[in-house]
């Protein structure tokens, strides 16, 4: 067989969807899979709605997910142009061979193409065999003389050797219109594999680029991984029949082919992306994870404050016992603003639930006394063991205080754990902080 040559041809009209970073991943993979060539064209014809801000997107969004293009765009390749806007001579060129055939003619200005009526048959490698016959003739040049997607889209397709069409299944209606000029042209067909839609998290119908988690822009902004967006973007609609989710992009490659793509459609779970990602995150060396919290915190004045406050040893600290907690590197400002600011936010859920059963005020009283005999918090076993022993003579367990304690010095109901809390701000702050409930100012 001849080498695979796969394309992925978006439209800079808009920011980058997921759905579009999912078509642009199979097909990078099925290349990587067979060592075949990817291929980017960028459908520009549509002068209109066509940005360059939008265009540079989706080269910044394909390079962050490591889609790197073998041909097109910026690398060139054998058989550019690789920008629609800039291929017109080889559309007028192959207009010219269609006109040869009869198949062409002219209605209201515009250009129209003759179908055969024969019925079209699609050896659908995700599918399976499809039957469809087109009814209608139809336009291939509009009357301003702009070419129409199907002419251009095979033009393209047979003229950059591409051999496996790998698109969306709302792409398959299309398909008859395509190989009837495919046949036209007297070019034989490439393989299709139409795959399966990414449906909205709730409710029916497929996820458009207004819906929340749809542009792949925010995942870069929020700090996610782009390991993490490409490992969860390759299980909507593709299983390694292992039951297997967190994946090295090389065991993808290795294991991607059509078999395994799904037939019926994915839905996208915000949850189940996050989830990846603190997998992801949960793994990268402490020095990394501290680089790129590092690299947030700077990203703002606020944050580059916080940063400017504190020692370099302290807010390591934070960030070491913030990592296995965290979703995603956006999150840890807020998850950890009370280590570094005795103004933080109090949450009235873990108020009203800390409150509502036992004396937890006479608990944390107890603690007090037990944590201020204590010379400092860094042996976190020793303090924990404390805390058991004196909970203990007095009646209660390790829980009867750490709700209460947890809430003092945090201001919520979650977090790291208590003795890590307390190990990091030291019993200055946490004796302080204690003291806020238990000696409120006079009103």
Known sequence: MSQVRVRFAPSPTGFFHIGSARTALFNWLYARHTGGVFILRVEDTDKERNSEEFLNVIYDSLNWLGLNWDEGPQIGGGFGPYRQSERADIYRSYLEKLKATGRVYEKDGATWFKISGEPQLIDDAIRGRVERTEEKNFVIIRSGGNPVFHFVNVVDDI???????????????????????????????????????????????????????????????????????????????WNPKDDREKMTIEEIVSLFDFPGVNQSNARFDDRKMAHMNMTYLLALPPEEYLAKARALFAGSDEGAAVMDAVSEDYFSQVIAISQPKVK?????????????????????????????KGEPLARLGELRQLLAMAPNFSDEAAVE???????????????????????????????????????????????????????????
């Open 385 to 443: 063991a404390m805390i058991k022993a004196g909970a203990e003579t007095n009646g209660f367990g390790f829980g009867d205080y750490q709700a209460v304690a947890r809430l003092a010095v945090t201001g919520t109901n979650a977090g790291p754990g208590l003795t890590q809390i307390l190990r990091v701000l030291g019993p200055e702050k946490v004796l302080s902080r204690f003291d806020r409930i238990l000696q409120p100012p006079p009103v």
């Open 328 to 356: 995603a590197i956006d999150e840890l400002p807020s998850y950890t603003v009370y280590f570094f600011t005795e103004d933080f936010p109090w949450n009235e859920k873990a108020i009203t639930k800390t409150f509502k």
């Open 159 to 237: 003229s950059m050797g591409v051999t496996h069409v790998i698109r969306g299944e709302d792409h398959l209606s299309n398909t008859s219109k395509h190989t009837e000029l495919f046949k036209a042209f007297g070019a034989p067909l490439p393989v299709f594999a139409h795959i399966p839609l990414i449906l909205k998290q709730d409710g029916p119908g497929k996820m458009s680029k207004r819906d929340q988690g749809a542009l792949i822009e925010e995942y870069q902004k929020r700090g996610y991984l782009p390991e993490a967006v490409f490992n969860f973007l390759c299980l909507l609609g």
